[in-house]
């Protein structure tokens, strides 16, 4: 690869000059994005592990939807072993699990709580159940044990685009790169994404942003 123009001359480039094209060299007001033959989204090869380059605006944010993960919360049980789950602010019990264990709420029948004397229930409630408000109750716990409570959540990563007009996405241990996702109303599926191979890199030197691409770009 091979830097273009008189920007091979910037003091400082050195060796980077010699494996990568200038394609951005204005400063961070009025510096472009940086597509991939066109596609404003694309996929790319960073440090071994693949990642979803956003060419957009420089500075401009861009909500990716990753779809929905597990989110596990740990909750003591009740004095009789019961633990209350209230209506999710989604409204939807959908993938409910409870100690590692699905629940499925639209089954559960609808009871009355009872009070709870002495560690038991005034009336005995063997099994599961709903209350008229909506609100889950798992019964059967040790009374204070910590239970795990886990309910799917809708994950968003914002990704800011940098001073060279690009932005990208990359997974963590925690969260790996999904499969598919959505930027406002667009769906897109990571293994039918243009291949840059390479993602761009950006640099600035004495307050301006170069931006890089291959040359076989």
């Keep these: 690869m091979k830097i273009k123009g008189i920007l091979a001359l910037v003091v400082g480039v050195g060796a980077l000059a010699s494996a990568l094209t200038t394609v951005i060299a204005s400063n961070i007001g ?20 693949t990642v979803v380059v956003f060419s957009a605006t420089a500075g401009s944010r861009i909500a990716v939807s990753l779809g ?31 100690d590692g264990v699905a629940v499925n709420a639209a089954t559960l029948s609808v009871q009355t709580l009872p009070s709870c004397v002495s560690g038991a229930f005034a009336e005995a409630r063997t099994t599961n159940f709903k209350t008229a408000t909506g609100q889950v109750v798992i019964v059967g716990k040790t009374a204070g044990s910590a239970v795990a409570v886990s309910l799917p959540s809708a994950t968003t ?23 598919t996702f959505m ?35």
Excluded at 34 to 42: C, D, E, Q, R
Excluded at 166 to 176: A, H, R, V
Excluded at 188 to 217: N, Q
């Design 68 to 98: 929905s993960e597990d989110k596990s919360t740990a909750r003591l049980a009740g004095s009789c072993g019961e633990l209350r789950i209230s209506v999710p602010s989604t409204g939807s019990f959908t993938g409910l699990k409870v």
């Design 183 to 217: 930027v406002g109303a667009t769906n897109y599926t990571v293994a039918t994404l243009p291949d840059a191979t390479t993602a761009p890199y950006c640099r600035t030197i004495d307050g301006t942003p170069f931006g890089y691409v291959p040359a076989s770009w």
């Design 30 to 49: 009025s510096a472009s994005a940086i597509p991939y033959n066109s596609a404003t989204v694309y996929k790319a090869t960073d440090a071994g592990s």
């Design 157 to 179: 990563r914002n990704v800011t685009a940098n001073a060279c007009g690009f932005g990208i996405l990359k997974g963590t241990s925690t969260s790996p790169l999904p499969a």
